[in-house]
């Protein structure tokens, strides 16, 4: 049963245009959430991240998006760069575990074409 | 140079042998982890570990053994390695008051 999961196995996108990555969740306890980026044959690394007291977090070109009535965020980029391909990974902890550990979704493959 | 490593980067073995893969910190972490990469799957923590001799299991823990002997090392055992257990592995580390895992380069294994 995944706690976190991202639908979307792929995305495909134009260099300039705007990439919107989906993240949705199920176990009401996590409270911060964080994307990291993995290139091939490299370990992933993180990105952007957003505690549950926020409903939104920008850094530079990437920005995430929370809704927790909903349970679901979602990471921005703006403007995609062709640079940006890669996949793309959801992760979640919680408090009341003593965030012992992340909890990951399957990735999204992001590809910007040029 | 400073940072997390693991070892060796590629491995093929058989049914049946045992392997270990290793991991290195170089930040004094209190915290480091093994997860396994899948398609499909993500990445699925196997065990983790919150300080040196204190170790716990993950979402996938059969047929893996770990240690921590020393805070820098973790080195992550098959001990009858199966086809199942093909994947990419990744070691990562944490300080204790953070979030925000540091992940190794990852070890590709092959049980053939």
């Known amino acids: 049963d995944q706690q976190v999961k991202q639908n979307s196995p792929s995305l495909s996108v134009q260099e300039g245009r705007i990439s919107i990555l989906n993240c949705d969740y199920t176990?009401?306890?996590?409270?911060?959430f964080l994307w990291y980026k993995k290139y091939p044959a490299e370990g992933p690394t993180f990105l952007i991240s957003?505690?549950?007291?926020?409903d939104k977090n920008e850094d530079g070109r990437f920005t995430v998006f929370l809704n927790k009535s909903a349970k679901h965020l979602s990471l921005h980029i703006v403007p995609s760069q062709p640079g940006d391909s890669a996949v793309y990974f959801c992760?979640?902890?919680?408090?009341?575990?003593?965030?012992?550990?992340?909890?990951f979704g399957s990735g999204t493959r992001l590809q910007v074409q040029p | 140079d400073a940072g997390i490593t693991q070892s060796p980067r590629y491995k093929i073995t058989e049914t049946g042998r045992q392997v270990t893969l290793m991991c290195h910190q170089t930040?004094?972490?209190?915290?480091m982890f093994w997860y396994r990469q899948d398609l499909g799957h993500g990445l699925r923590l196997i065990y983790y570990?919150?300080?040196?001799?204190?170790?716990d299991k993950g979402e996938v823990p059969d047929g893996y053994v770990v240690s921590r002997s020393k805070t820098e090392n973790f080195p992550l055992t098959l001990e009858s390695a199966t086809r199942s257990q093909t994947s990419v592995y990744f070691c990562?580390?944490?300080?204790?008051?953070?979030?925000?895992?540091?992940f190794g380069s990852g070890t590709q294994l092959s049980v053939l």
């Open positions: 990562a580390s944490r300080s204790g008051g953070g979030e925000k895992l540091f």
């Open positions: 176990n009401s306890m996590f409270d911060y």
């Open positions: 957003i505690s549950s007291i926020k």
């Open positions: 992760a979640a902890s919680a408090q009341d575990t003593g965030r012992r550990a992340l909890t």
């Open positions: 930040w004094s972490h209190s915290y």
């Open positions: 570990s919150a300080a040196a001799d204190i170790t």
